[in-house]
């Protein structure tokens, strides 16, 4: 629930202020789009042959948002960059001039993407609250695979870094599992203080919260690599793009995750829970 879902939240007509979520530096001050709308799949272009009984009409086009549009797609949004230009880039990667994040990567001369793990989207009339950045990557990343898996019915998953190299292989289980911890049995959850986070309700007895159960392969220096060649090639995988300094810290949270289970319970055949 920490994670601002674009679909549902990001409305036309009302003004927007994009944070860094690492820093909380403004990014893109009193945007107001009169478009706010999905991107196709990313293969729909191979698609329209399907469709159409004449030539690809679409074959020279590019899916670019105009100065009032907001494109909404798997792990991203596109913006029209417009006359912005307090953005520092290196080479096609956009970085936050404070904390030096990747944000994104340009598009073409007037289009930026952003990824969903590295901005925050606020009303204008509201103030940035700062959210500590392993929830927040894992609340966005489980949207995005309850999200593909309810919409295409797509429940393995490649991660990749914004450099094409694949880090994770992941493969979701239950979208719906809710897990139930004695606030005296927190011990488990200390590793996740690298991130400065606090996971436990600062009330009551027991802390509970919603969470998603995947199993998962890494995939860094070349481990797993026949598994991430088969996937590559599977039509029934789905991959989502991050930046490459992202796809490692969800990876270390994902570890982080899996050995504050009973040891009996952190493997399943040759997958991570």
């Given at each position: 629930d920490l994670g601002f879902t674009l679909r549902e939240s990001l409305k036309p007509q009302k003004n927007y202020v994009f944070y860094c979520q690492s820093c909380g530096d403004i990014i893109a001050?009193?945007?107001?789009?009169?478009?706010?709308?999905p991107l196709p799949s990313e293969n729909w272009s191979a698609l329209v042959e399907e469709w159409c009984c004449h030539p690809?009409?679409?074959?020279?086009?590019?899916l670019h948002p105009q100065h009032d549009d907001c494109f909404l797609g798997d792990t991203f949004f596109l913006l029209n960059s417009g006359n912005e230009?307090?953005?520092s880039k290196e080479n096609t990667r956009v970085i936050c001039k404070r904390c030096k994040t990747m944000l994104g990567e340009t598009v073409s001369s007037d289009t930026i993407k952003y990824y969903v793990t590295e901005v925050i989207i606020q009303p204008s009339e509201g103030s940035f609250s700062p959210t500590?950045?392993?929830?927040?990557?894992?609340?966005?990343?489980?949207?995005?695979?309850?999200?593909l898996s309810s919409a295409k019915s797509t429940f393995r998953f490649t991660v990749k870094g914004d450099n094409g190299k694949n880090y994770i292989l992941i493969w979701l289980l239950n979208s719906d599992t809710l897990l139930v911890e004695s606030l005296g049995s927190s011990s488990s959850h200390s590793g996740f203080t690298l991130f400065g986070?606090?996971?436990m309700p600062s009330c009551g007895p027991v802390g509970t919260w919603n969470a998603v159960k995947v199993l998962y392969q890494p995939c860094i220096k070349s481990r797993n690599k026949d598994l991430a060649d088969a996937w590559e090639n599977d039509i029934g995988v789905h991959s989502l793009k991050f930046p490459s300094e992202t796809c490692l810290e969800l990876l270390l949270i994902l570890g982080l995750s899996t050995t504050s289970l009973p040891p009996s319970l952190r493997c399943m055949n040759s997958f991570q829970v």
């Open positions: 001050k009193d945007r107001k789009f009169l478009r706010v709308l690809n009409p679409f074959a020279r086009s590019n230009s307090h953005k500590p950045r392993s929830q927040f990557i894992q609340s966005m990343v489980a949207q995005c695979l309850v999200e986070d606090i996971f």
